[in-house]
Structure formats: C-alpha cells, structure tokens
C-alpha cells in the first residue's frame, strides 16, 4: 500500500522475508483477491518481472472484521475457543499494520534522501497514550470516529491507483479499550466486546 506496485524481490529486502515465506505469503493474498499481479517483459533481471500491487483499500476490510453474528456462530457450532483466538488476532492487526506502515514510511525517507537531490525528509510520530475514568466513553469515542471520519473525507475525492506509491504516507492507529462502556456506536472500525460473567 505505501510502495504501489512491486515485486517479491523488493518485498524481501524491506521485509526481511526469506524467499519462500514471501512467495507464500504473496499466493495466498493473490488467491483471497487483495492482490493482483502482471508480468513486466522489458526488465533485464528476471527476478523483478513480475509485480505485485494491492487490489482492494484493505482499510475498509478493518471496519467489519468483527461482529456480533460471527461470535453467535461460532458458539453455536461449539468454536469459542475459535472466535476468541480470531479476536485475539483482530486486537492485533492495527498494532501490526501501524508498526509495519511506521518502518515503511521511514525507510521510503532514507531511499529518497539517498538520492542526489538536496532534498531531505522529515519523518515524524505522535505517540500518546493516557490511562484515566471516564464516565461516557461513547462520547469519547464519537470524538475519536470524527478523526477518523476526517481522514477518510481526504482520500473520498480521490481515485487510488494501486500500482502508484504513496507520495505523503500518513500511518494513524487508534486503541480504545473501556470497561462497561455505554452506548459505543459501531458505524466506523471494529468493536470487539468480551464478557466476562
């Protein structure tokens, strides 16, 4: 998503994948549909022909990879454990995404100051993280979704073409995490609620 289209050779030097971790891994998102790929003929090293490229926003894919319904099935088959492991991964994903996104955008800043352009680079991160009681935490996060909201406003005009990279790569990850929380609205992200009786 931040470097557009490339290929399992570039993906291995930025990711530090062995070569047939990479392969695996770029098959199965090929067959799931979020890739798609195409044979490039005028290159001379034939390890960079073929490219990979995202096919689909995997952002939006975020937004509903939980819901009440999956957690009712897999009860009702017997697989809580199942959805418990699958919650524990979807907990995960934004953290992984954010982390991964942060080391991309950082060395797409050292490729271009390498370049004999003066140009340079300022790469910054915000981090905060505050611990406190708040008795209406879905007006917090109604805050929190008008953030996000505004993001997304930016990128609606505009049409993504996947092979492109990312000019001004931009990484946010948010973790709200409450207990008893009254009255979340769920139109944005995924909500993931785990009872403890």
């Known amino acids: 998503m931040v470097f557009g289209k490339t290929t399992p050779a570039k993906l291995r030097e930025v990711t530090g994948q062995s070569k047939a971790t990479m392969f695996r891994n770029l098959a199965r998102l090929y067959d799931a549909g979020i890739l798609k790929k195409e044979e490039v ?3 001379d090293d034939q390890r960079y022909n073929l490219h990979y490229y995202i096919s689909k926003n995997l952002m939006d894919y975020t937004k509903g990879l939980y819901s009440k319904k999956l957690a009712g099935y897999a009860e009702s088959i017997g697989k809580e454990k199942l959805i418990q492991e699958w919650m524990n991964a979807v907990e995960a994903l934004p953290y992984l995404l954010h982390q991964q996104a942060s080391q991309l955008i950082l060395l797409k800043a050292q490729r271009s100051s390498s370049n004999k352009s003066v140009r340079c680079d300022v790469v910054s ?7 406190g009681d708040i008795s ?24 993504r073409d996947w092979k492109e990279p990312l000019a001004n790569p931009v990484a946010v990850s948010i973790s709200v995490v409450a207990l008893n929380p009254k009255g979340l609205p769920s139109e944005s992200g995924t909500i993931i609620e785990i009872k403890k009786c």
């Not at 991160?125 to 611990?131: E, G, Q, S, T």
């Open 41 to 43: 003929k005028d290159v």
């Open 136 to 159: 209406q935490v879905g007006d917090l996060q109604k805050g929190l979704e008008s953030i996000a909201k505004s993001i997304d406003s930016e990128q609606e005009g505009l049409k």
């Open 125 to 131: 991160k915000l981090l905060i993280f505050r611990l």
